[in-house]
């Protein structure tokens, strides 16, 4: 099924109740856009690859000003078929990645949801690894070793999971595999000020919340490192960097960055 809805509003964090999985279908892929029209096929072609079948998506549109979201309803068209579901959801004004984030997944009928930003990729066993770790009883997400791509190269998510070292900055990236349960019993994603560190309060709160994840260590996922990330773009500026350090630490009084 190959839908392109048009959504006025949502409910960030809602309790919207247990998820009844379609067809059997235990991964939806949640897709944040935003002016990534260069590179959001290459990503949707990724989630095509997987080896997880069956397999939903839903791509969250932020009201991009370039041709990404017609170039997302186009090839929903064609690989409908690839699909339990499949839909492209459009934003008439941009609310930011939190709330594009929660959109996806308020709208996901899986147990399991996978995060994934609009300019990175995924190796073709990536969910159905991360997805035989996630099931396991006590697990609330599940997240592999990274591969970064593109201005820069390197590895990063090395490390096993640690409120510990959590506590001394972010290493756990947003390109992760949460039970749906997880994102209510947090709240969802949380709008910051600065943009970009979306994903470390996110595991801040999962840590706050007494939940606990599991790496795989495989390199299953790729971190695309360009000028027009969030992070070169924002986050990274000096004066930023204090302001979302000063947010995270209010937030949460226990991190010690």
């Known amino acids: 099924m190959a839908r392109t809805l048009s959504e006025p509003s949502e409910r960030p964090g809602a309790s919207i109740g247990t998820a009844s ?4 279908t235990s991964v939806t892929v949640c897709v944040s856009l935003f002016n990534y029209g260069h590179y959001v096929i290459d990503c949707l072609e990724s989630v095509a690859h997987q080896t ?7 791509v969250v549109d932020d009201a991009s000003t370039d041709q990404g979201p017609e170039s997302v309803s186009t090839w929903i068209e064609e690989h409908r078929g690839r699909f339990t579901e499949a839909t492209l959801i459009r934003h008439a004004s941009n609310r930011g990645l939190a709330a594009a ?5 308020s709208r996901a009928r899986t147990p399991f949801v996978f995060i994934l ?3 990175n990729l995924l190796y073709p066993r990536c969910l159905e690894a991360l997805s035989r770790a996630a099931s396991a009883d006590g697990v609330a997400f599940a997240y592999s070793i990274i591969e970064q791509f593109g201005e820069v190269r390197g590895l990063q998510g ?7 070292q959590l506590a001394r900055g972010n290493y756990v990236d947003a390109m992760a595999l949460l039970r749906r349960t997880t994102w209510e019993r947090v709240g969802g994603y949380r709008a910051m000020s600065t943009g970009g560190w979306e994903d470390y309060d996110f595991w801040c709160r999962c840590v706050e919340s007494e939940l606990s994840g ?6 299953l996922c790729r971190y695309r490192l360009h000028g027009r990330s969030m992070l070169r773009r924002s986050t990274d500026t000096l004066r930023n960097h204090l302001r979302v350090c000063d947010e995270i630490r209010a937030a949460h009084p226990w991190v010690e960055l």
């Open 21 to 24: 999985a379609p067809d059997g």
């Open 52 to 58: 997880l079948e069956p397999l939903s998506l839903i």
């Open 101 to 105: 984030r929660n959109h996806a997944v």
């Open 117 to 119: 930003d609009a300019d």
């Open 158 to 164: 090395c490390d096993g999971w640690s409120p510990t």
């Open 214 to 219: 599991v790496l795989v260590p495989e390199i």
